[in-house]
């Protein structure tokens, strides 16, 4: 599965939209983009993923570039509640886990 | 709620011992993962589950094993506990082998 990297950390107000990153540059055409987070000691909450299109859904959107090399989550109206660590992923089937982003919403 | 369910919760062994941990998927799915997530770390792919047969394994040793049963549940087991065997241990059930993943609430081993 190819490897993703992701920013360590970062902080959002609460209300407003969050833009998470994700570089995937050796992603292979059969791999989908996935969003998975994991709120402190919990089991990872899948969020959204997708292939080549945008994608949207009740959680968050999803931006793939067209090259398919990079992609954005973006959690439109953060919340107190949404502050976890957030992984990207790119796979077939096997989930591989990087470190993640570490989101924190602050009020 | 994802509709899976692991147990038991939490779990102290001592080493050398040997652990099962159970997890029953979300009804209709007959694929289970299980991941191994030590402290600060993301989760590492242990093993495949697909319709009771072992269909893909992580860099785990031997002692890492697993079943499926007809129902789609499943159980982890560990034999000769080692220290750095303490961990958040996560099963995720999906459609099919490339379907999405839903996790549990996972099973925190700790192993003295």
């Known amino acids: 599965d190819a490897k993703t990297t992701q920013p360590t950390s970062m902080d959002c107000a609460e209300g407003r939209a969050a833009n998470l990153p994700c570089n995937h540059s050796t992603i292979s055409g059969n791999e989908y983009v996935y969003w998975y987070r994991q709120i402190h000691s919990q089991g990872p909450q899948y969020i959204i993923h997708?292939?080549?299109n945008n994608e949207t859904n009740e959680m968050a959107s999803l931006i793939i570039t067209e090259d398919r090399k990079s992609s954005t989550l973006i959690l439109p109206h953060a919340t107190l509640r949404d502050t976890a660590v957030y992984y990207c992923?790119?796979?077939?089937?096997?989930?591989?886990f990087g470190a993640g982003t570490t989101v924190t919403v602050r009020a | 709620e994802t509709g899976v369910t692991q147990s038991p919760t939490h779990l102290i062994k001592t080493r050398g011992q040997q652990v099962t941990l159970r997890c029953s998927s979300q009804s209709g799915h007959n694929t289970v993962s299980w991941y191994q997530q030590a402290l600060g770390q993301g989760p590492q792919f242990i093993f495949q589950?697909?319709?009771?047969?072992?269909?893909g394994r992580g860099n785990f040793p031997p002692r890492f094993s697993g079943l499926q049963f007809p129902n789609y549940s499943s159980e982890l087991n560990v034999n000769a506990l080692e220290l750095d065997d303490s961990a958040l241990y996560l099963c995720a059930s999906s459609l099919s082998g490339r379907e999405t993943q839903y996790f549990g609430p996972g099973t925190r081993l700790l192993v003295l």
């Open positions: 589950y697909y319709r009771e047969e072992e269909n």
């Open positions: 997708g292939l080549k």
């Open positions: 992923i790119v796979s077939r089937d096997k989930l591989s």
